[in-house]
């Protein structure tokens, strides 16, 4: 049974930053990609960054470019999230989510796994 675990959220100051973890258990597969999505009250769910365990390659959508940074220690299996500069619209719960093969999507149905979120909120 694969297992998702989040952790780090809380809240900080515009401008200020935070680091998400997402620690994975319980799956057998070396090949498969972890996204970290949000959902901001009233809105759907969007994905923000994913990252594919074999290579490290990453992906980020536009409004975060440059500003977060995903990383993983497959030796931890743990996957991160560094997010930088946070801006007030940045406000949401934030979930790593776990799909297996090698394609890098940030389409949520597509993903298998999903861990129980955790709360950022930016506000001064």
């Known amino acids: 049974q694969v297992q998702l675990v989040e952790s780090g959220g809380g809240l900080v100051q515009p401008g200020g930053s935070l680091t998400l973890s997402c620690a994975a258990s319980g799956f057998t597969s070396g090949l498969n990609v972890i996204g970290w999505f949000r959902q901001a009250p009233g809105k759907e769910r969007e994905g923000v960054s994913c990252?594919?365990?074999?290579?490290?390659?990453?992906y980020y959508v536009d409004s975060v470019k440059g500003r977060f940074t995903i990383s993983r220690d497959n030796a931890k299996n743990t996957v991160y999230l560094q997010m930088n500069t946070l801006k007030p619209e940045d406000t949401a719960v934030y979930y790593c989510?776990?799909?297996?093969?090698?394609?890098?999507?940030?389409?949520?149905?597509?993903?298998?796994?999903w861990g129980q979120g955790t709360q950022v909120t930016v506000s001064s």
């Open positions: 989510a776990m799909r297996t093969g090698w394609v890098m999507s940030l389409q949520r149905y597509e993903y298998n796994y």
């Open positions: 990252i594919r365990s074999s290579d490290g390659t990453t």
